[in-house]
């Protein structure tokens, strides 16, 4: 509980000049890897606030590690919680790996899509993730928290643009990435059916969000992708009672010193809807993920404890 209400009160260190960037990588597919300004003033704020108030915890950031500063924090007292969790479960500190991405969907915030734009955190304990955060910092709305033990979700959540479809029209659509699509249109029609609809959106977290709140009902991801992409959103869907594979049926594990996912990820709003696909997954197995090769992300960043 300690550690979710310190992630929410650091949770929107975004800002800055979304149209000023460097490029830190290429990925397979040629898309470029922007970092800004806001990536590395948000990195500083969230990195720094778990060196303060959890001195020791192992922390895993997508950019380089930031000057230890307590200048960067905010002020005051840790918030509340909005709800009361069900059980708050302790774990030795030493056995915890804070993952954070400072600003995902960098891509999409340097052409100003800012709603698709959110901070991401993760709490993990033992490779699974325990407790995640994700916000929307340009959007008048709380971080969505997660505690994956007693199965809770609560804050902002809510993060259609232009309206929420209606429940049965959720129950068809699938969501995959703008930036990073690969092959993942074709799969969805060629694997799920016809009556399937898909919607293309920018960010990680803000698909996840997007699952969380019943708006889609999954979330395909088809080229490689990186542990602080998907940790918090795999512990949002499964505190809401559905599940996050990769596409051969196989638990994620969250290891900071193999920070890259190679075979893609389906998660669903439910258990029963994640079986329908990855049955289908594994009967037409996606031939090749593309993705960044790299085995250590261009400027990703480990403080290690032990």
């Known amino acids: 509980k300690n550690m979710i209400t310190a992630e929410e009160r650091e949770g929107g260190g975004g800002g800055g000049e979304h149209g000023n960037f460097r490029v830190k990588g290429v990925t397979d597919e040629g898309v470029i890897e922007p970092v800004t300004m806001a990536d590395t003033r948000a990195n500083l704020i969230l990195v720094n606030g778990h060196r303060n108030r959890f001195p020791g915890v192992s922390i895993m950031s997508e950019e380089s590690r930031p000057p230890t500063t307590k200048n960067a924090l905010r002020r005051g007292e840790l918030v509340g919680l909005p709800v009361e969790l069900t059980d708050d479960p302790v774990y030795p500190l030493k056995d915890l790996t804070v993952i954070i991405d400072p600003l995902d969907a960098t891509k999409e915030y340097t052409e100003d899509l800012l709603p698709f734009v959110t901070t991401q955190q993760c709490i993990v304990f033992k490779g699974r993730p325990v407790a995640g955060i994700i916000h929307q910092p340009f959007v008048q709305r709380g971080p969505t928290m997660a505690s994956v033990p007693t199965g809770q979700v609560f804050g902002g959540v809510d993060p259609a643009m232009g309206g929420a479809p209606s429940a049965s029209e959720a129950k068809k659509t699938i969501t995959f990435s703008r930036s990073h699509a690969g092959t993942a249109q074709g799969i969805i029609s060629s694997r799920f059916g016809e009556n399937f609809k898909s919607l293309q959106a920018g960010g990680a977290g803000y698909k996840a969000l997007l699952v969380t709140a019943g708006q889609v009902d999954a979330y395909l991801h088809v080229t490689k992708s990186k542990v602080w992409d998907t940790c ?55 031939p090749k993920v593309q993705g960044s090769s790299s085995d250590r992300p261009p400027e990703s960043s480990l403080e290690q404890t032990r």
């Open 232 to 286: 918090a959103g795999d512990a949002m869907i499964h505190a809401i009672g559905g599940k996050l594979t990769d596409t051969t049926g196989q638990t994620l594990k969250y290891n900071p010193k193999t920070p890259v996912l190679t075979l893609g990820f389906i998660g669903a709003g439910t258990r029963a809807s994640h079986d329908y696909y990855i049955k289908r997954l594994i009967a037409d197995p996606i």
